[in-house]
């Protein structure tokens, strides 16, 4: 397996943390976002959103980071990433629309604004959103050591990237004490890697 | 089963089709967000998110679009509207990722713009992303019926809702016929429902 990423993407690192607690062997590919490789005729093939990651198995191509969790979770976790059944696997799908909505556009965006790397955009619309992720993720985390299932599954890696450096937008991880005490936990998973 | 909607929401029309073409009966509840009933600390402990839909099954409730129809192909639409092998899932996934990002965040958050329910935010900002989300359903429609695994699936669904109002918010969508030509075959199929 191939993965595209850019060394700073949290999104790509939720795709790097499974394919390692997987086992997976797999080739990385580092693009250059100053130069704009991810803009580039060559990777829009790949992906016509013009983003990290991507993850190449064989001939097949997929984009996403969503995608990439459950490719990798439904051909080599068996039931343990993300479960088949109904209810469980919708479980699962909730925890990734947060990440996908109020992290994503919360949390990340207005880390984006604190630290330069997003030029538009108000911080405080972004930091409300992100906010009321953080108290979601409290009030599931409060009475449960995990976001579904009971076990660890995408749901908590998809929403553990840009929920761990939070802080470094301004969000106040020690006013979410189970949402800190789940970070933790995420990290001492076997085959956790650093962001980068 | 029970969803609860608003009257206007795009994320519970999604819902309302796939349960409507699965032909699954359901009561409706509809709140109003004038009043802030999706506000209210009865709602707030089916969903804390605070937004429509949610969809009650027995003793199970879920919140969010993708999550209800997750849930929904999984339990009544066998392999259908879901596949369960890796790659058919994750072609799925991509797809409600992009209908969680560019066409959420793109092409309604303009929409809101223009029509006037949306009161922060950068129209220019927005139509900037969603037209990038039509380019994307433009590529891969301009070869493809359907969005993924050569079928209907959950992945149409997510992805008509919002795109199928867009002109609302001025996006042309006789610039991206093969889009155009989709929403026509999607309202085609048996048991589509109209959004009010």
Redesign the interface.
């Known amino acids: 397996m191939k993965l595209y990423i850019t060394s700073t993407s949290g999104n790509a690192w939720k795709v790097r943390l499974l394919l390692s607690m997987l086992k997976q062997p797999f080739e990385t590919i580092v693009l250059d976002p100053d130069r704009k490789e991810h803009k580039a005729p060559e990777f829009l093939k790949l992906n016509?959103?013009?983003q990290v990651p991507v993850l190449v198995d064989g001939d097949?191509v997929?984009?996403?980071?969503?995608?990439?969790l459950?490719?990798?979770a439904?051909?080599l976790g068996g039931e343990q990433w993300l479960p088949?059944?109904?209810?469980g696997?919708?479980?699962v799908?909730?925890w990734?629309?947060?990440s996908?909505?109020?992290l994503?556009?919360g949390l990340q965006w207005g880390r984006g604004k604190k630290i330069g790397i997003r030029a538009?955009?108000?911080y405080e619309?972004y930091a409300m959103y992100g906010r009321?992720g953080l108290?979601?993720l409290e009030?599931?985390l409060k009475n449960n050591e995990w976001l579904a299932c009971g076990r660890p599954t995408i749901a908590d890696i998809a929403c553990y990237c840009y929920t761990s450096v939070a802080p470094e937008g301004g969000f106040d991880l020690a006013a979410h004490p189970s949402v800190a005490a789940w970070v933790k936990r995420v990290e001492a998973l076997p085959g956790w890697v650093k962001r980068v």
Chains 1, 2 share one sequence.
């Open positions: 016509p959103r013009g097949k997929f984009w996403d980071s969503t995608a990439c459950v490719y990798l439904r051909k088949t059944d109904a209810a696997m919708a479980e799908q909730q990734l629309a947060l996908n909505n109020e994503h556009y538009i955009g108000d619309e009321n108290a979601v009030g599931r």
